[in-house]
């Protein structure tokens, strides 16, 4: 502004007490019925004192309440603002830790991620904590079953009848198998572990479990029975993989009226799936979305199509591996995840190394969820280590 002139100013008139001045007209005295000036005076105090106890209104009703605020408010403006509230920096810290104590309340109570090639743990969090595991327990189950096969001729292609044994304790019959029915050990392997079905693994431990027992001899019962044979071997397998803190006390995993209560850890868990998925027949197992079983009914053929728990099977290079739940359990998951080999030159001659992680996840509120996550976070992370050099701690192997 030049010195000299007179600041130019929007006309405005007077509109009564308590209302504000609108632009476009012109500020007359008394003869207009017009206030005198000290009133404007008194006016404009009563306004500022008004506007003072509307801020303390809107304070005290804040959602930051409670909360060191900055209050900056909008004055060149004709319309009638609300006094901003902007959060001070400590607030958004404060915020921030809210939001990231909220996220950890709602993950997964252990979790691990580990190299499936070498053992080596990428990251972990309470991996040795003791936990129900639902149907994990059947990636064990399905172990006992294949190196039976393998080890002792065993014949998946066996036709069993289903007993009614298997009806009772499993709590769900998700595929509608009723007593008598006669299905393959193979098309049971498929439905314990694409669809998880409690009474197919009951089946599958009744029968192998007698195999591996024997015939009682003349004049003797057995003490152990078929289930508990099999059983006995599926922690003799624990023990083989040094799962130091898992006990199982039947094939499907329920834990409702169970004593005494089975568990494993996420730790104990990737040591089982590493070593499952060095099996050829289990990772073709695991790695169906759906499968089309067939059994007999009364001389009658019927079939039906199973659909993997896994709905994150095929996403970010997953192939498998299991699901599991119960309400002691919450959900749990173990997923694997593979990328094409690398190949690395050293000096005239090439190293291969297989790129696959195992990502273990007990007592989650949303498994799949979480799971995808971690299998992001676990790549990051096997980056990471491979560009170091892929060293080793001793410390840090399964």
């Known amino acids: ?29 008394r003869e207009r019925g017009g206030a005198h000036l000290s009133d404007f005076k008194r006016e404009s105090v009563s306004l500022r004192r008004a506007r003072q106890r509307q801020s303390a209104r809107i304070n005290r ?18 319309f009638k603002l609300l006094p901003v509230i902007f959060p001070r920096r400590s607030t ?4 921030a830790l809210l ?25 972990e969090h309470e991996s040795k904590q003791k936990r129900q595991i639902g149907s994990l327990t059947k990636i064990a189950t399905a172990m006992v079953i294949l190196d ?3 080890h002792r001729g065993g014949d998946l292609n066996q036709t069993v009848t289903m007993a009614p044994p298997a009806f009772v304790g499993t709590l769900e019959n998700n595929i509608g198998f009723q007593p008598g029915d006669e299905i393959a050990l193979r098309d049971l392997l498929y439905a314990a572990l694409v669809q998880s079905d409690n009474i197919a693994a009951y089946t599958l431990a009744s029968y192998v479990g007698s195999t591996i027992q024997g015939p009682a ?8 029975t078929a289930i508990d044979a099999f059983v006995t071997q599926m922690n003799a397998l624990a023990k083989q993989l ?8 039947n094939p499907h995993g329920v834990d409702q009226n169970v004593k005494p209560l089975p568990y494993s850890t996420a730790e104990d868990l990737a040591r089982l799936t590493r070593y499952a998925l060095n099996k050829a027949s289990f990772r073709f197992y695991i790695s169906q979305k759906e499968r089309q079983i067939s059994f007999r009914r009364g001389g009658k053929e019927q079939r039906y199509s199973l659909r993997n728990t896994n709905e994150l099977l095929g996403t970010q290079g997953i192939d498998g591996v299991k699901t599991g739940r119960t309400a002691r359990a919450g959900e749990c998951l173990v997923l694997s ?16 190394f297989p790129r696959r992680i195992i990502v273990v996840l007990l007592g989650s509120n949303s498994r799949f969820a979480e799971g995808a996550q971690l299998i992001g976070q676990g790549w990051q992370l096997y980056d990471q280590w491979a560009a170091g050099g892929r060293l080793v701690d001793s410390k840090k192997m399964l």
């Open 217 to 224: 001899s003349a004049g003797q019962k057995s003490k152990l």
């Open 61 to 78: 009703g804040s959602r930051f309440r409670g909360l060191p605020t900055q209050r900056r408010r909008l004055t060149s403006c004709r």
């Open 99 to 123: 939001f990231g104590a909220l996220r950890s309340a709602s993950a997964a109570q252990a979790s691990i991620i580990v190299d499936a090639q070498t053992g080596f743990v990428l990251q």
């Open 148 to 150: 039976w096969a393998e």
């Open 1 to 29: 502004m030049r010195h000299g002139r007179r600041q130019s100013f929007p006309r405005q008139t007077w509109n009564g007490p308590g209302q504000r001045a609108r632009s476009g007209d012109t500020l007359r005295s």
């Open 92 to 95: 958004v810290i404060a915020a």
């Open 337 to 352: 995840a593979v990328r094409e080999s690398e190949i690395v030159k050293q000096g005239q001659g090439v190293t291969i």
């Open 242 to 249: 040094k799962m130091e803190r898992t006990r199982f006390v």
